[in-house]
């Protein structure tokens, strides 16, 4: 009998987590989709501005932290670029050069060209 219900209640948990994971990719698709960067949205912009931004700047500091904490460990192992770069400076980057409201960062973003 355990077996049934255990049965019965993964396939009734599937059954109902469907729909929100094809929520999810659609919202994810619209999200960053063709012209996602295109003229931010106020909401969007109050959404990075009091959301992603402070967590952007906790992300750059416990990275710092954690890239000094680790230093001798990646100095050893010869990957200190490379720790830098995924710990600091990545969060420091989606911190200080996207413009607000933007998914992607200025060096990301594609340069338009005047047609010759």
Do not use: H, W
């Not at 954690?66 to 420091?92: K, M, R």
């Amino acid at each position: 009998m355990s077996a049934f219900k255990f049965v019965v209640s993964a396939t009734l948990a599937l059954a109902l987590t469907q729909p929100f994971t094809a929520l999810g990719a659609s919202l994810e698709t619209d999200m960053y989709g063709p012209g996602a960067n295109d003229d931010p949205t106020a909401a969007r912009m109050m959404g990075d501005a009091l959301i992603a931004r402070p967590l952007y700047a906790a992300a750059t500091a416990a990275g710092m932290a954690i890239f000094v904490a680790t230093l001798p460990f990646s100095a050893l192992g010869g990957n200190v670029d490379e720790s830098a770069s995924q710990l600091v400076v990545g969060p420091a980057r989606g911190l200080f050069t996207r413009c607000l409201g933007c998914v992607k960062t200025r060096q990301e973003m594609p340069v338009e060209r005047p047609l010759e």
